[in-house]
């Protein structure tokens, strides 16, 4: 086996173009399990921890750039504690789905653009990249070009990244209202997702992202339960006087949710408690974001929440 390290992006995209078929590895949390398990026996390694470009997050044009090699440990601000504009505050959807993901260890290795390369149904980034409506930077040896994160999943752990391709980035509006992101899982934590959801309120927009994730071939949004939920708010004048949500409203929204999934039984869950699931997990974070969007008049990023690990 071949193990290439290149110490710019250039050179990384040049190998890549040279062997379309070397194995990216960046914190190597999931491709070290494959190769251990003997489950992929790539010829060429390319290895992008000395790739300078795809580490570290920054503000560009309004948007936040956040590399491919960022980890969960930066997404929650672990690593930022004594910074007030740390990732964690940033982006709080993200950052609540990064605490959920394995241990401190994979938290420390794991990065944003090796979640996105497995593409997993199951990987906790998506359903708050969804949500958030982010986009995804790609780069070959020919250019860059960004990709909806909706448009990015094509199949069960396959993506719209070309095989010379590398991911270099995410790209993500500063959310103007409150996120959530809620998991289930058979134990609190080093768990697979049974199933999650990530939610974000857009006052600036007037609407509702939505995740799935764990519960359909690739992650997806809810697409009826967005348009049903921001045309209730609007309808009812709720953006702007922020009154409680009408129960009838949470409860729709958690059946419209649980209707766009197309889960399976497997090993973790079956079918029809992914289902079931997903509308307890969709009306409950959609109660705490708009709790979160009464009690702070703006941004709810202070409003945090735990991963929930049971059913009601
Ligand atoms: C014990 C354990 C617990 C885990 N818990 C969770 C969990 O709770 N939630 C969760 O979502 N995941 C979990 N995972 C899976 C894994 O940690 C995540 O998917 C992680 O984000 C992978 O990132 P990485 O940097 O380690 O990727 P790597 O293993 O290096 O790569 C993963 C895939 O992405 C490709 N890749 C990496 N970087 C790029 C790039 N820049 N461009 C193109 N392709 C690229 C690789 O070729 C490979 O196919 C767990 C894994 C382990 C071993």
Redesign the pocket.
Known sequence: MEFLQPGSLVEALAAKAASPDA???????????ELNFARRRPLVLLD?TRVPE?AGWSWQDGRLRVG?GVTYAELTGERDSVSDNGLGRLLPGLAMAAR????PQ?RN???????L??A?P????HPSLLAAGAEVEVASARGTRVIPIDEFFTGVKRSA?APDE???AVWISPPSGPEQFAKIGTRNA???AVAAFGLALHPGRRSVGTGIGSAAPTPVRAREAETFVAAALDEAGLWDSRNELPESVVTEFGALVSAASRPIDDVRGTAAYRRHSLAVLARRTLAWAWSDYRRTGQNGSAGGSVPVADEE
């Open positions: 194995v990216p590895i960046a914190g190597g949390t999931d491709v070290m399990v992008l795809l491919a959920t993901v394995g241990s994979i290795r794991g990065t944003i653009g090796g979640n390369g497995s997993s199951a990987g906790d980034c990244v590398l991911i270099t080093m768990v697979i």
